[in-house]
């Protein structure tokens, strides 16, 4: 196995430049990494109830005692827990894969296959 940072310089390439190729080898550990995300089906049921969930925690605020930074804070704080906990309740982890349609395009195809041809390649 090659050193993290081995590098060579091909001077006899150099023609008439003062400038010379430079060959630097990067080992890349062979990893996989799993990745995931969570989602809710456009018009679904899951969906109707996550919005009727967080409209009903927004009627539910309470500002008549908003007087300062801290009860501000206070609040949104609680907002943004309450919807957490709403889209995890509502919501599915799926595995992103090359076949997930909602993001996945031509460009990330191309990614992925020079990568996986790189990943493979002996030198």
Known sequence: MRELNSHSILSDLQLFSDHALLIVTISIAEEYIDSFKFSIAKNSKEESRFIEEV???IKSINADDLV???KLEEITTLLAST???TWKA???QIKITK???SWWNEECNNALNM???LRSWKN
């Open 90 to 92: 509502n919501s599915k």
């Open 99 to 101: 076949r997930s349609k």
């Open 83 to 85: 919807i957490d906990h």
């Open 68 to 70: 300062n930074f801290f």
């Open 115 to 117: 990568y996986q041809s």
């Open 55 to 57: 409209t009903y925690a």
